[in-house]
């Protein structure tokens, strides 16, 4: 595909998954492919391909001779990156954000007290890196290079864990973080109580103190769930 028709391809998967997840089309609606061709002004085929991927987030589905379904909510694949993004930039923000902060609270303290008894020396480095590099960006509204070291550092420790399940929640972590400091979900400087509790995961991980580990790790969910509380009650 062109450099243009992938732009052109982005463009209508991005408005059509923001519309879907929103609720702009209702469970049941049926989307004509002639008509979202004409509505976009593209080819039948980049909507083709575009109801492809829709499908495969189960957020869509093709029927012969009724055309593309829009399926129910709670078929939708929820864990897809792209899904969380669409609903993170809708209305139904502040739910969606409490959902998977909750998930991550049930998570990432297990998967830190797995990282202290596996990470990798490199991996300890790794957490140590990006934990000093939150220490670095978290004054002077910086929250660009807070958010790329704050999303490594949580890869790392998902990773460390040694638990490819736990590993694959990584995009997903991704993406919460990115919707909560795009959507000012956030205080124009992270909580200082926060980035200490980063740097002590990072130490209690490099010292293979799984306990501490764990415990700091729920410490920084319940954190991110009282800021909740303020900034997207």
Partial sequence: MSTEGHGLHTHVLDSLGL???????????????????????????????VVRVLESMQLVESRRRVGV???????????????????????????????LTVLRSAIEPVAAALAARNATPEQCAGLTECALGMVATSRGHQLEGYLKHDIAFHRIVLNAS?????????????????GRTHHQVMFEDPDPAAVTLHVQVAEAVREGDADRAEQLTREIAVGALQELDVLAP
């Fill in 19 to 49: 519309a879907i997840t929103a609720g702009e089309y209702a469970p049941g609606s049926v989307l004509r492919t002639d008509e979202l061709a004409q509505r976009f002004d593209v080819s039948r085929t980049v909507v083709r391909e």
């Fill in 69 to 99: 379904t829009v399926r129910p909510t709670p078929e939708w694949n929820v864990y897809d990156p792209r899904v969380i993004r669409w609903r993170l930039a809708g209305a139904d923000r502040p739910r969606q954000l409490r959902s």
């Fill in 162 to 178: 040694g638990n490819e399940m736990f590993a694959r929640l990584g995009d997903v972590v991704a993406e919460v973080l990115t």
